[in-house]
């Protein structure tokens, strides 16, 4: 008997048809662009922001439609982002920037950050039995220089009222925004440490629990203390009735910041320094911050032909980790107050000194320690603004751990700092505890010029990992042409060692910590050479960024997929 298959192929053929059409649809690689992005640039003329969260983003695009400068956007985004993302940031912490003036076609730096309190002393510590500085409650609170940051930036670069540039965030804070994914997960996981010092969870757990992705969050408390601020100016967080309420809950608290503290703080207008990086020109901020340590990576590099080694290989990635390990042995010796200390900036960054550091280097073989050269006498956010007229921003803001101390004071619907925990306490180092000093500070702002020009305003978040994302970021824009979404999307390293800025030093070689993404026989190579590979998950930073476009007068926008970013424009 013969049986008919013909249907049954028939429908065999059509279903291997389809599957082979679905099967080339979803595994081809993209059209443009490496296969490890997550989006096409943002491309627009008029103006430009790029912040972690979408609607900080809007608040700043909206500001520059009115006619708002890219400082009055950028103050704008970070007191939205201070509402929306309190894991990372908000008034009770520190501001650095870097602002290219179109007008004077120059650069300019100002350090927002914050003393310790007079009244506490290195011997307080040291009698007391402590190691280190605690990471968390009263003592390791600095003042925080956020609000007076935001004024000096105004009243230098600012088109706007700052009622008018603070408005968008009080009504957010008193009407409510739904809670995003990523904040919602970190509220939640730092929930436990936090609500025993009072004030947090009035705050940040009205209904006795922190909100869920999507839920409405309100915070009153903040919307009354940005109105208090927008009415009033700067003297009113420092002078006025905000000191005073911080000032008697530290002191309830156990802690010493004082009323005196708080009026006597002023942020410093400083000048950028530069290495220039196979022609460009990359700036960043002098201590007491870190953002000379992606200069020290990328003169040692600079050395090498990267761009023959490629992405990803081996060869890169080592160099990039025994560089990034050079670099830090002087931050952990050196970065420090340029008010206490004198610090040989110009040494550390200069060209010949990165060539006796690079002949340290063993191409071989991982070095479990380096010494700090001899020399003459966490979370944060970060976001880039950029307007019609040319000006562009690049902003990185930090309560330091996360929420940062949970000393909440009373009524005012934010978190203080911890800064002051990355204080040593030996009296022999740099960064030694003093009174009325600045500690050393991991957020770093970063800008790049071409000839003169303004060609790109970047940073990443994430302690430690901010230098060494810099350097990464750049290497794949200038040595593996990749463009500014890309070059943040692309896996990164983040070597972790012993070495802080309290005078410990690397010992052991370290821990290299992979993002997924990178060629496995290339990881085993760098076991070979001694690293200690590990695959991690989060400790990369989250990334944003602007680049101008000199020949045809646009903006390109990128943020990354790591955190709940947005880049956009008009």
Same mark, same amino acid.
């Given at each position: 008997m013969l049986i008919n298959f013909l249907p049954v192929m028939k429908r065999t053929i059509s279903f291997v048809l389809v599957l082979g059409i679905c099967v080339n649809v979803f595994s081809q690689d993209r059209i443009t662009g490496k296969t490890f992005a997550t989006r096409s640039e943002v491309i627009a003329q008029n103006g430009m922001a790029a912040t972690s969260h979408p609607l900080a983003t809007?608040?700043?695009?909206?500001?520059?439609?009115k006619g708002g400068s890219a400082v009055d956007a950028a103050i704008a985004a970070n007191a939205c982002l201070g509402l929306m993302e309190p894991v990372s940031?908000?008034?009770?912490?520190?501001?650095?920037? @870097?602002?290219?003036?179109?007008?004077?076609?120059?650069l300019y730096g100002l350090n927002g950050s914050g003393r310790s309190p007079k009244s506490l002393t290195l011997d307080y510590f040291l009698e007391n039995g402590y190691k280190e500085i605690p990471l968390y409650g009263p003592l390791p609170v600095s003042v925080p220089g956020c609000v007076d940051g935001w004024f000096?930036?105004?009243?230098?670069?600012?088109?706007?009222?700052?009622?008018?540039?603070?408005?968008?965030?009080?009504?957010?804070?008193?009407?409510?925004?739904?809670?995003?994914?990523?904040?919602?997960?970190?509220?939640e996981g730092s929930a436990p440490r936090y609500k025993k010092y009072p004030g947090f969870k009035e705050v940040f757990m009205p209904n006795g629990w922190t909100p869920a992705k999507g839920e409405i969050f309100k915070n009153?408390?903040?919307?009354?203390?940005?109105? @208090?601020?927008?009415?009033?100016?700067?003297?009113?967080?420092?002078?006025?009735?905000?000191?005073?309420?911080?000032?008697?809950?530290?002191?309830?608290?156990?802690?010493?910041?004082?009323?005196?503290?708080?009026?006597?703080?002023?942020?410093?207008?400083?000048?950028?320094v530069s290495v220039n990086y196979r022609g460009?020109?990359?700036?960043?901020?002098?201590?007491?911050?870190?953002?000379?340590?992606?200069?020290q990576i990328l003169n040692i590099l600079e050395g090498y032909d990267l761009k023959s080694m490629g992405f990803g290989s081996e060869e890169y990635m080592h160099l990039f980790i025994e560089a990034k390990k050079l670099a830090f042995e002087d931050r952990a010796k050196y970065y420090s107050d340029p008010d206490f200390n004198d610090i040989p900036v110009d040494q550390l960054i200069s060209e010949d000194y990165a060539a006796e550091r690079r002949k340290l280097i063993n191409p071989d073989r991982s070095a479990r320690s380096y010494p700090a050269g001899k020399l003459g006498s966490g979370e944060t956010i970060y976001l880039t603004t950029a307007d019609k007229d040319g000006?562009?921003?690049?902003?990185?803001?930090?309560?330091?751990l996360g929420i940062g101390s949970?000393?909440?004071p009373t009524g005012l619907g934010f978190v203080l700092q911890d800064r002051g925990s990355l204080f040593a306490l030996d009296k022999s180092h740099m960064n030694v505890y003093e009174p009325g000093k600045r500690p050393f500070h991991t957020i770093i702002p970063a800008f790049v010029t071409k000839n003169g020009k303004?060609?790109?305003s970047f940073g990443v978040m994430g302690g430690a990992m901010q230098p060494q994302g810099h350097a990464q970021v750049l290497i794949n824009i200038i040595d593996f042409g990749m463009n500014i979404q890309e070059a943040g999307d692309a896996p990164r390293i983040n070597h972790k060692g012993s070495s802080q800025p309290t005078g410990s030093e690397m010992t052991d070689g370290g821990t290299v910590q992979l993002e997924s993404g990178f060629n496995y026989e290339v990881v085993r190579e760098l076991k070979k050479k001694g690293h200690n590979v590990v695959y991690s998950v989060g400790p990369y930073g989250g990334y944003q960024g602007i680049m101008w476009d000199d020949k045809n007068k646009v903006y390109y926008g990128a943020s990354e997929s790591r955190k709940d970013g947005q880049a956009a424009g008009y």
């Open positions: 809007q608040v700043a695009l909206d500001i520059l439609k940031n908000g008034i009770g912490g520190d501001l650095f920037a @870097i602002v290219w003036d179109a007008k004077t076609q120059q000096e930036l105004h009243k230098k670069f600012g088109k706007l009222k700052m009622k008018e540039i603070l408005q968008p965030t009080i009504d957010y804070a008193r009407n409510g925004f739904p809670m995003a994914e990523l904040i919602a997960y970190y509220l009153p408390y903040l919307a009354n203390t940005l109105e @208090i601020i927008a009415k009033d100016g700067r003297d009113a967080f420092y002078k006025g009735d905000i000191a005073k309420t911080i000032a008697k809950y530290m002191k309830e608290q156990g802690g010493f910041l004082s009323y005196e503290d708080l009026a006597t703080h002023k942020s410093e207008w400083v000048d950028p460009y020109d990359v700036w960043e901020l002098p201590p007491n911050g870190q953002g000379i340590a992606a200069l000006n562009m921003v690049s902003l990185i803001q930090s309560n330091y949970g000393m909440t303004p060609f790109f």
